[in-house]
């Protein structure tokens, strides 16, 4: 069963607007990591988040992490029509090599 | 710079014939493997596993089996694919170590369409 839940399903917003996506899990986890894909493409990489850590940036990217209520935000500031995509958090249990992938976010900045 | 290949892109085959699907890495050594399926507009579903040469862990019983043969190769296959074995299927690597706690690298993906 999927454990992260990504909310909004949809979201569409202009350039230059910043989006906001959240990521609700159920268990206990090693890390949660968002990824980016592409329509019909492989997903790429977007930043980790440990469970030790509450916040981390990367370049216009900045995820939040709160394990007591079990959710993260991924924020995307300044948006581009570029970063149309559909966006997944997907959460790493202890002790555990499986990646548990949400149906994710799926992104439309308008230009 | 590490690189992860998958082919076929794309592939339409008859219900009943089989399947291999083939996904290679370089510019690493001892990754461990993984092969997703995407349905459409859903999220991923962990297939199997590897953390080495023939260890091969599966995540959900299935129509489909992998194999490793080499260190950076890894292959999915089926006997008898059925129309259900449908989607977009992405191989992806990580580092060893750490118990797989590491961001993954995802391959291109086939578009597998069963008629």
């Known amino acids: 069963s999927q454990q992260g839940e990504e909310d909004p399903q949809a979201l569409s917003i202009q350039e230059g607007e910043n989006a906001t996506m959240n990521c609700s899990y159920k268990?206990?986890?090693?890390?949660l990591q968002w990824y980016r894909q592409n329509s019909g493409r492989g997903l790429v990489h977007l930043i980790l988040i440990r469970s030790n850590e509450r916040e981390k940036h990367s370049g216009r990217l900045r995820v939040t992490l709160d394990t007591s209520k079990k959710s993260s935000s991924l924020l995307i500031t300044a948006s581009r029509a570029a970063d149309t995509a559909s966006y997944f958090c997907?959460?790493?249990?202890?002790?555990?090599?499986?990646?548990?992938f949400g149906k994710g976010t799926k992104l439309s900045v308008i230009p | 710079s590490q690189t992860i290949h998958q082919w076929p892109a794309t592939l339409v085959q008859p219900v009943g014939s089989p399947l291999s699907l083939e996904c290679t890495v370089e510019?690493?050594?001892?990754?461990?493997l993984y092969w997703y399926r995407q349905a459409a507009g859903r999220g991923l579903q962990l297939l199997f596993y590897s953390v080495g040469i023939g260890q091969i862990s599966s995540e959900v019983p299935q129509n489909l089996s992998a194999s490793r043969p080499q260190d950076r190769q890894f292959i999915l296959s089926s006997k008898k694919l059925l129309l259900s074995d449908s989607g977009f299927y992405l191989c992806?690597?990580?580092?060893?170590?750490?118990?797989?706690?590491?961001?993954?690298?995802f391959g291109p993906g086939t578009r597998l369409t069963v008629l």
């Open positions: 510019g690493t050594s001892n990754p461990n």
């Open positions: 992806a690597w990580s580092p060893q170590g750490g118990k797989g706690y590491n961001e993954q690298f």
């Open positions: 268990t206990s986890i090693n890390n």
């Open positions: 997907a959460t790493h249990g202890a002790g555990s090599y499986q990646l548990t």
